[in-house]
């Protein structure tokens, strides 16, 4: 099974608010948007953002450029019903972020909560990182989050990298200076608990 066609099972199988990263408010994630001095007129992308309600509360903070990105069609179709006229607020991109075409310094804040950790493999990180250096604009911010150190080593059946803070910012190399950390505990839909590290960090380049 491909990656595409694992996403596509998770979505078309269960309800959105079943999954075990769904969140009623994604406040942790709002805060750090926030934190990086983020605006409305501020280009925020949300990468590998499934169904997430992220979207949802940065248009009703007013934001104008959001871009949505997700490797599941059937995801991104929730987003939009959910949405409802609003999803034409938002770019909506269907790709995988380890080859998807994505403009030049176009964003001001890349979000990404659980999507880096699945990357095992060395070669797909780095595709990752060198799709932020690309399309995140100079004095940008990179906004990741991850399973800590002591948070599954797996979800949805795939394996996951774990990472404490700093470790996560040196998969992002010189670049990016970290600039703060924060920690999550998760309460999945089925009432276990995840750990979570969010790392805000600014392209320095």
């Known amino acids: ?15 959105v608010d079943a999954v075990s990263w769904f969140q009623n408010h994604p406040g942790q994630s709002l805060e750090l948007i926030e934190r990086a001095g983020a605006t409305p ?17 940065l248009l009703g903070e007013g934001y104008r450029h959001l871009s949505v990105l997700d490797l599941s069609a059937t995801a991104l179709a929730h987003a939009k019903a959910r949405l409802g006229e609003r999803a034409g607020e938002v770019d909506w991109i269907e790709g995988d972020i380890r080859d998807v075409a994505l403009p030049a310094a176009a964003y001001d804040v890349w979000h990404d909560r659980a999507v880096f950790h699945f990357l095992t493999a060395a070669e797909d990180r ?80």
């Open 1 to 15: 099974m491909t990656d595409r066609q694992h996403w596509e099972s998770v979505y078309a199988s269960k309800a």
């Open 41 to 57: 007129e501020s280009s925020v992308i949300d990468v590998g953002a499934g169904a997430s309600s992220l979207v949802d509360a």
């Open 126 to 205: 780095r595709a990752y990182v060198a799709q932020v250096l690309r399309a995140l604009r100079p004095g940008g911010h990179l906004i990741v989050a991850t399973f800590g150190p002591d948070g599954p080593t797996q979800c949805s059946g795939l394996p996951v990298v774990r990472y404490a803070p700093e470790a996560l910012r040196a998969e992002f190399g010189a670049p990016f200076e970290l600039l703060e950390h924060a920690s999550e505990v998760h309460v999945t839909p089925a009432g276990k608990t995840q750990h979570f590290i969010y790392c805000l960090c600014r392209k320095t380049l």
